[in-house]
């Protein structure tokens, strides 16, 4: 438990990453960082590697499908700004690797749907929350 500078109980937000492909539902009228604070019965702090934002705008400029999700899950971190943070750490190589390693040195939730990520997260004691078939449950991999 932890506690302010006058002994009051605090309760220390959840602080959560999230992979690219979780942004992409967003394309199917997902709400994700909502679906996560209805499930978690609070809001927890969402963060968006460096990476990512770079991996989203190399796909938006795609046609098709996938290039409409990538410009959709931009509008939507737009639209979202007050409850998500940027992070720079390991901008240097693959973005798996980077939303690993950053997750273990900061200690983060680790929200994606990626198997071979959650494979190597929960080896490394990453915990993980996943998106159920369409977006509509979210399966976190440890008790809140």
Do not use: C
Request: charged share 30%; hydrophobic share 45%.
């Amino acid at each position: 438990m932890a506690y302010d500078s006058v002994g009051n109980i605090t309760i220390e937000r959840l602080a959560i990453l999230v992979d690219t492909n979780i942004l992409m539902y967003v394309y199917d009228g997902i709400d994700v960082f909502q679906l996560v604070a209805d499930y978690l019965e609070y809001s927890p702090k969402f963060y968006i590697h460096r990476l990512v934002i770079n991996e989203l705008k190399s796909k938006e400029t795609r046609s098709g499908k996938l290039g409409a999700k990538a410009r959709i899950a931009e509008n939507y971190l737009q639209k979202k700004l007050g409850i998500w943070e940027i992070i720079d750490d390991n901008v240097n190589g693959e973005v798996d690797r980077a939303l690993l390693e950053t997750a273990i040195a900061r200690k983060m939730v680790l929200f994606t749907n990626d198997k071979t990520l959650i494979k190597e997260a929960k080896l490394s004691g990453v915990k993980v929350i996943t998106l159920g078939r369409k977006g509509k449950i979210i399966k976190g991999a440890f008790d809140i």
